[in-house]
């Protein structure tokens, strides 16, 4: 008996331990914004912004008790569904995946057709057509755009 709950409180350790080391922080946040552009027209855009972070201990204390907690990067997923016909369905679905920079922010423009992105603090690129993009900019690392033509619901 007194065997079987050692064995049994020795898996519960290590289990504990394992799942300790493969923590994640996640985030998500949801915004909806109605836009009007220079033309008088107006658009929906909803954005969905979900950030994950892996929880990453000091190699050079692993064997203490207490680690400290290493730097790890920002790992971010945005969704930006643009509604340019005022209806319930949204039109254009454009993914933004990258690398947060602590010292910089992506900065983007929703258009009724697309986003602008800026690349540099003198220039956009603006992002309509259907397809997978690298885009180099200075305020993120590894920005990979997909854009696609959709039909999703507003409730969804």
């Known amino acids: 008996m007194i065997h079987t709950i050692k064995i049994a409180l020795l898996g519960l350790f290590t289990t504990a331990t394992v799942s300790a080391q493969t923590n994640i922080n996640l985030t998500e946040i949801t915004k909806v914004q109605i836009y009007t552009n220079s033309f008088g027209e107006t658009f929906k855009v909803k954005t969905i912004t ?92 590894d920005l990979t755009v997909v854009v696609e033509d959709v039909s999703i619901a507003a409730g969804q």
């Not at 000091?58 to 064997?63: F, G, M």
């Not at 983007?108 to 992002?127: K, M, Q, W």
């Open 50 to 141: 979900k950030e994950r972070q892996p929880h990453v201990l000091d190699i050079d204390e692993r064997y203490d008790l207490n680690q400290n907690k290493a730097y790890s990067p920002v790992y971010v997923d945005r969704t930006v569904w643009i509604d340019n016909d005022n209806d319930d369905i949204y039109e254009k679905e454009v993914i933004l995946s990258y690398t947060k920079d602590m010292n910089n922010q992506l900065d983007y423009i929703a258009t009724a057709n697309g986003l602008f992105i800026e690349t540099s603090p003198s220039s956009n690129r603006l992002v309509t057509e259907e397809g997978t993009y690298i885009v180099k900019t200075v305020a993120v690392n």
